[in-house]
């Protein structure tokens, strides 16, 4: 059978590939949907190089026959923290793969940038050298937090200073010296969610810092919310696969230079084979997100009818995360998986579960842990793409396992 040959309009541009509209005479770009920014954003001039793939710079050097003019580079840089114009200098001030996936996650975040990190907690840590050096140690953060998170502004150990409040406690514990405020939303690892609006009217002037690992920018975008920071986890969700770790703050350009400051002077540089793999990973996140969630919805039913769960936390936006409570001995439930992974982590192509207050909140005083509704009974699961019905006859078997079955 002969194929059937498509005649394009006389009228079509080749050059107006992303779909322009005519609005009143001026060619106005439309604006392109977040499942093609993901598999396109940070990979638009690999055509003209002539590749098809996104190559991988493991240099970590750079030559350069104008060492003038890689001193004023390296001058303006150290001065404001711009992105160095010309070839790279050396893999601590960037690295052109790590560059592309920052530009795709910027781009899906709706951010003017985005600097990446060798873990989410040296992205969280760039964020608060940035505000400490401005002298703004004071951060004001509502729980629960991922537990690192919580325990690295509690301890202080960046010398930081931290108010716990409610929500509706944020503009009260505003203090001059206020350089953040910190939330995350769906929260790890109870899935509470907020009012990120509300939260970052409340914040004023001050910067409002929204972890988005757990939504990733497939269920939402906070800065479309008033946030001007974004940190994420890339280790979970933008990866993928659970094969690679990173973290990533998406902002305003602004912002961007004092986070690559701080990540050339303190060395927390992402790995280019990282970088590769995370702009791969961004390639199908909303395939896996949402395939994940149709799964993660499905579980969270069965398990809000099964007389053995208390209860479950499922967020409104969805997610591929599920948290419930046992009537029995969740450590039973741990020790019963055999499809599901017990293990830290999440947002893997596989599923992975955890018991919160004994290995990602366990860090976090107890008190505080139950304080923020982290139960010792509450387990955290990463829901993946396997079968929903293998993944329940797992479930089902394990909660079998439980003393209160």
Request: hydrophobic share 45%.
């Amino acid at each position: 059978m002969d194929s059937v040959v498509y005649d394009t309009p006389d009228a079509y541009d080749a050059d107006a590939r992303d779909d322009r509209r005519r609005a009143g005479g001026v060619s106005v770009a439309r604006p392109r949907a977040l499942a093609t920014e993901a598999v396109h954003a940070g990979r638009e001039d690999l055509a003209a190089l002539g590749l098809h793939a996104a190559p991988i710079d493991l240099s970590t050097t750079y030559p350069s026959y104008d060492s003038r003019g890689e001193a004023a580079r390296i001058d303006a840089f150290a001065a404001e923290g711009a992105e160095p114009e010309g070839p790279p200098v050396y893999g601590r001030l960037g690295n052109p793969t790590v560059a592309r996936f920052e530009t795709a996650l910027a781009r899906l975040e709706g951010t003017e940038s985005a600097v990446a990190f060798a873990s989410g907690m040296a992205a969280l840590s760039a964020v608060l050298l940035v505000r400490n050096a401005m002298g703004l140690r004071h951060v004001v953060a509502v729980r629960p937090l991922y537990g690192c998170s919580d325990h690295l502004l509690t301890a202080g150990l960046l010398g930081s200073e931290v108010t716990w409040v409610d929500p509706a406690g944020i503009a009260d514990a505003l203090r001059p010296d206020t350089g953040l405020v910190m939330v995350e939303s769906p929260a790890n690892p109870t899935l509470a969610e907020l009012d990120l609006r509300a939260v970052a009217h409340a914040c004023g002037s001050v910067p409002l810092l929204a972890d988005n690992t757990f939504a990733t920018p497939v269920l939402q975008r906070p800065v479309e919310q008033g946030a001007r920071l974004v940190l994420h986890s890339a280790t979970k969700y933008l990866g993928g696969h659970g094969d690679v770790m990173a973290g990533v703050v998406a902002c305003d350009e602004e912002f961007a230079r004092g986070l690559r400051q701080v990540r050339f002077a303190t060395g927390g540089v992402l790995h280019p084979l990282a970088g590769y793999l995370l702009l791969r990973g961004l390639s199908t996140l909303p395939v896996r997100v949402r395939a994940a969630s149709s799964n993660a919805a499905e579980l969270a039913r069965r398990l809000a009818e099964d007389p053995r769960v208390a209860r479950v936390h499922y967020p409104r936006i969805g997610g591929a995360m599920i948290a419930f409570e046992v009537h029995g001995d969740p450590h039973d439930v741990i020790a019963g998986v055999r499809l599901i992974t017990p293990a830290v982590s999440l947002g893997s192509v596989d599923s992975l579960i955890q018991h919160p207050a004994s290995i990602s909140h366990r860090i976090v005083p107890s008190e505080d842990r139950r304080d923020a509704g982290v139960s010792d009974r509450l387990l955290r699961l990463s829901v993946g793409l396997e079968d929903v019905d293998d993944l329940w006859t797992d479930l089902d078997g394990a909660l079998g396992f439980t003393s209160g079955a």
